[in-house]
């Protein structure tokens, strides 16, 4: 089983639509949570960390279930500006001290 | 303002050369890592530091090493290019482990 899994995507959706992500991580003892942004040929960027009791930044919300090791990230009121892929990320230590891991991103396409 | 730049952004060479790609930050930051990007893949670890003078192998570092001799660079080097390390490489800087890594602009590097 992969250390962190998502949706495999591409999610094509139209403006305004409500669109939801979910990832799962095997790490039960993986400890910090985020959701990042990448665009088509640029570098990730931290979109919002995701917190036990779930925790929402304009548009978007993001919960976290420890117990089922799964992360979510909803996206309301979809933007043409809103296409990317979005990367789940688990940090935790490990063998090599700790660090983060990576989803493979799913990517989301909003349409006019 | 601080940033984290890499060069060159774009390289081709030729299987056998060495390669090292450049990694600067100005955040002071004491964590610095260096990933790949394939299609298929998504981010992979090859090394990673926590402080000069430290350096760790990631999940895919053979091929790869590093150098800190200072807190504001981390260039990659590619001992003996191979076709199979073309690939996009991100440079990152954290200031802790658990949080936020901000990413470099990605080189673009093919080995033909």
């Known amino acids: 089983r992969k250390e962190v899994e998502q949706d495999p995507g591409p999610f094509n959706v139209p403006e305004g639509a409500t669109v939801a992500f979910n990832c799962t991580y095997s790490?039960?003892?993986?400890?910090?949570f985020f959701w990042y942004r990448q665009d088509c040929r640029k570098e990730p960027k931290l979109l919002m960390s995701?917190?036990?009791s779930g925790n929402e930044d304009g548009r978007f919300t993001a919960q976290l279930n420890r117990a089922s090791q799964y992360i979510s990230l909803l996206i309301r009121d979809s933007k043409l500006s809103d296409s990317a892929t979005y990367l789940c990320?688990?940090?935790?230590?490990?063998?090599?001290?700790?660090?983060?891991?990576f989803g493979k991103g799913t990517k989301l396409s909003v349409k006019p | 303002d601080a940033e984290i730049t890499q060069s060159p952004r774009h390289k081709i060479t030729e299987t056998g050369r060495q390669v090292t790609l450049a990694c600067h930050q100005t955040?002071?930051?004491?964590?610095m890592f260096w990933y790949r990007q394939d299609l298929g893949h998504g981010l992979r670890l090859i090394h990673y530091?926590?402080?000069?003078?430290?350096?760790n192998k990631g999940e895919v570092s053979d091929g790869y090493s590093v150098s800190r001799s200072n807190t504001e660079d981390l260039p990659l080097t590619l001992e003996s290019a191979a076709s199979s390390q073309t690939s996009v490489y991100f440079c990152?800087?954290?200031?802790?482990?658990?949080?936020?890594?901000?990413f470099g602009p990605g080189t673009r590097l093919t080995v033909l």
């Open positions: 995701v917190y036990s």
């Open positions: 955040w002071n930051h004491n964590n």
């Open positions: 990320v688990v940090f935790h230590y490990g063998g090599s001290q700790g660090n983060l891991i």
């Open positions: 790490n039960s003892a993986s400890q910090s």
């Open positions: 530091s926590y402080g000069v003078q430290d350096t």
């Open positions: 990152a800087s954290s200031r802790d482990r658990v949080n936020e890594q901000f």
